[in-house]
């Protein structure tokens, strides 16, 4: 099955200053990339989402980036504010229909301190 | 967006005693999927809910321990068995629309055993 590694586990940054987060995958069939942000006792909400055809995907603060030959993919924030403070995750899935399987990094705390 | 609800929001349980969780759905979607969500941990896949069919488990779950049923597309649900106290977790549903291709989380069932 679909292993999904997630790197740092945590992650504390200054308001402003841009924090990255990385995941690993190892399927190459997975070709859809997902990131997730879940606040504490609350549902974790899609923010980002990319496809295998594609290498960038920017939606205004956020970004993502997937290196296919590399098995990689990373999540981008700049600009961080304090509400950007949450659990981040990755995931993978192979898609088609098996797209709403989707395989599950350990997850990222980051702290945007003011 | 798809909107997503449980019942019940939570539970204490004792052990021995099974659980079933409802997942409602306010529109039809084309699939629906049971995670669970240990205290600080990731989500993990439970099983693909299948409509009109046997759901689709993962390695390590299986229909004994938690059966689902999907009598049509907008609900489902999820029956935690012969419960023990390694169960207590949250249990989230989620549902993906193919015609927005995006998957969306329910709010968790908060599933105490004692």
């Known amino acids: 099955g679909e292993n999904v590694e997630q790197h740092p586990s945590t992650l504390s940054v200054q308001e402003g200053d841009s924090a990255v987060i990385k995941c690993t995958y190892s399927d190459s069939a997975s070709n859809y990339f997902p990131w997730y942000k879940q606040e504490l006792g609350k549902r974790p909400q899609l923010i980002i989402d990319?496809?295998?055809?594609?290498g960038e995907k920017k939606d205004q603060r956020i970004a993502v980036t997937l290196n296919k030959t590399a098995k990689h993919f990373s999540l981008h924030i700049t600009e961080t504010q304090p509400e950007d403070s949450a659990v981040y995750f990755c995931?993978?899935?192979?898609?088609?229909?098996?797209?709403?399987?989707?395989?599950f990094g350990r997850g990222t705390q980051l702290t945007v301190w003011p | 967006s798809a909107v997503i609800s449980q019942k019940p929001s939570r539970d204490i349980c004792q052990r021995g005693t099974s659980l079933t969780i409802q997942c409602q759905v306010d529109?039809?979607?084309?699939?629906m999927f049971w995670y669970r969500q240990q205290p600080g941990q990731s989500l993990t896949l439970i099983a693909t809910?299948?409509?009109?069919?046997?759901?689709?488990?993962e390695s390590g779950f299986v229909i004994d321990k938690f059966p689902i049923s999907r009598p049509n597309l907008t609900f489902s649900t999820l029956t935690v068995s012969n419960m023990s106290p390694e169960d207590s977790s949250i249990y989230l549903c989620s549902a993906y629309t193919s015609f927005q291709e995006t998957q969306y989380f329910g709010p968790g069932t908060r599933l105490l055993v004692l």
């Open positions: 995931a993978a899935s192979k898609g088609g229909s098996t797209l709403g399987r989707l395989y």
């Open positions: 809910a299948n409509q009109g069919s046997e759901a689709t488990y």
């Open positions: 529109s039809q979607v084309t699939m």
């Open positions: 990319i496809r295998s055809n594609v």
